[in-house]
């Protein structure tokens, strides 16, 4: 018989990937993290997903053709009444279409910048669960939030711990540029859903006579 499962609560599982207790649960109910049990109320994480977590690699930015890219941050799907979309935010049960209708807007945001990155991450607690890309049209509404209704839905993630994506855009470079960044760790800081961030280390000059 093999080694038992080592289980750790959500507050442990936090801790080790050194996050708040919300920010792991947000996973918990996006439905990306396979193998949880339940004990009581309580749910069980198994610590090789956490280990998983942990060590995962930090999005390949560098290889994106524009300087700085937009972030989408979102939670755990929720349900909203609004025309074009049922749900805001994401879960892996979601249908591909829905997916994208709770992802493409309605967001503030400095739609120019959006569209010039050419490619928009969507994170999930600090990892990319989600790709869009055809950002070139937008719209805006009265409350002056925009939407992408062209956007493409290029891939996203089913289970955050192998990882396991499922690539939905129609071109093989979209397809390509959707498996480089789905299930990769981007750290992003922004007071809104959108953040920005830069694609390229910069580093300081050397000192002259060097």
């Not at 959006?114 to 890309?133: F, K, N, Q, R």
């Not at 925009?146 to 493409?152: D, E, G, I, L, N």
């Amino acid at each position: 018989m093999g080694a038992a499962t080592v289980l750790l609560t959500t507050g442990q599982a936090a801790e080790e990937l050194g996050c708040a207790i919300t920010t792991f649960r947000r996973l918990i109910r996006a439905g990306i993290l396979p193998g949880l049990a339940q004990r009581g109320v309580r749910v069980m994480v198994p610590l090789e997903a956490v280990q998983a977590l942990r060590d995962r690699q930090t999005a390949p930015l560098k290889h994106l053709a524009a300087t700085e890219v937009a972030v989408l941050r979102v939670d755990a799907a929720q349900p909203v009444q609004e025309p074009d979309r049922q749900w805001i935010g994401f879960s892996a049960q979601l249908p591909p279409g829905d997916l994208l209708r709770a992802l493409r807007g309605w967001w503030r945001c400095d739609a120019a910048s959006v569209a010039a990155g050419e490619v928009l991450p969507v994170t999930l607690s600090g990892y990319v669960i989600a790709v869009l890309t055809r950002l070139d049209r937008w719209e805006k509404n009265a409350q002056g939030r925009h939407a992408f209704p062209s956007a493409v839905l290029a891939g996203y993630v089913t289970d955050l711990v192998t990882p396991t994506t499922e690539l939905t855009a129609p071109t093989a470079a979209e397809r390509h540029l959707a498996d480089q960044l789905l299930g990769t760790r981007l750290d992003s800081h922004s007071g809104g859903a959108l953040a920005y961030v830069t694609t390229r280390t910069t580093h300081p000059a050397p000192p002259k006579g060097t």
